[in-house]
């Protein structure tokens, strides 16, 4: 069975431009989780998803937003880029919300702002 | 607040034992644990919940003292592909979320 894949793998963009970053979940998972890592961090929540519904919002500002789709794939946004958004951003699935769901991550997108 | 874990690092020989610890301020539904390998994604190891039940993986052992709100990851008998970033994390918002919080990480280095 295919994992959790993301898109694209890396990303170069400059100060103030927007950046739109893909994730598909394992098939039958319905829930899709948003991360940051930044180098030498533990993952930082930013969004979840379940039933194309927003579930949950970490810390970050309304520069970032996501969605879900009909199929449960997910896209995040971020708009008017600073140099500290340069991270892995991750995306994870899990078949529903529930505290006790493992939560199977994709390979992560690359992004570098210059 | 993000779960604090000890030690910060750790370095092995094939064959000898590890414990990470993992401490929260906050009171946890769960704890989940995660090994990284540089430039791969994180990998699910287990899950602990309240009253004692555990998910995951057969070699690896852990425990969940929900009084003090402290998780210890167990690894017996390293082998070199234990090699990574092993980080504890915790649900933030209640128990019908899955949205985690993790520790800093514990980067675990094992010898042949």
């Known amino acids: 069975d295919a994992g959790v894949t993301q898109s694209p793998t890396h990303l170069i963009k400059t100060r103030g431009q927007h950046v739109t970053l893909r994730c598909s979940p394992i098939?039958?998972?319905?829930?899709v989780s948003w991360y940051q890592q930044v180098l030498g961090q533990g993952p930082q929540f930013i969004f979840q998803y379940y039933e194309k519904e927003e579930r949950g919002r970490g810390n970050f500002p309304d520069r970032f937003s996501a969605r879900q789709f009909p199929n449960y794939s997910s896209e995040l946004n971020v708009n008017a880029l600073l140099l500290g958004d340069s991270a892995l951003y991750l995306c994870?699935?899990?078949?529903?919300?529930?505290?006790?769901?493992?939560?199977?991550f994709g390979d992560g997108t690359r992004l570098s702002i210059l | 607040q993000q779960p604090v874990q000890s030690p910060q690092a750790v370095i092995l020989r094939e064959g000898e034992d590890a414990v990470i610890n993992c401490s929260s301020s906050?009171?946890?539904?769960?704890v989940h644990w995660y090994r990284q390998k540089h430039g791969e994604a994180p990998i699910f190891l287990m899950i602990l919940l309240k009253g004692g039940e555990q998910k995951g993986h057969d070699k690896i052992s852990a425990s969940f003292n929900e009084k003090k709100q402290q998780s210890s990851l167990y690894l017996t008998a390293s082998q070199l592909s234990y090699s990574g970033t092993y980080f504890c994390g915790g649900p933030a918002g209640g128990t019908s979320y899955g949205k985690l919080t993790f520790g800093q990480g514990t980067i675990l280095t094992v010898h042949p």
């Open positions: 098939s039958g998972h319905k829930s």
């Open positions: 906050k009171a946890l539904y769960s």
């Open positions: 994870a699935s899990s078949l529903w919300t529930g505290v006790d769901q493992p939560q199977h």
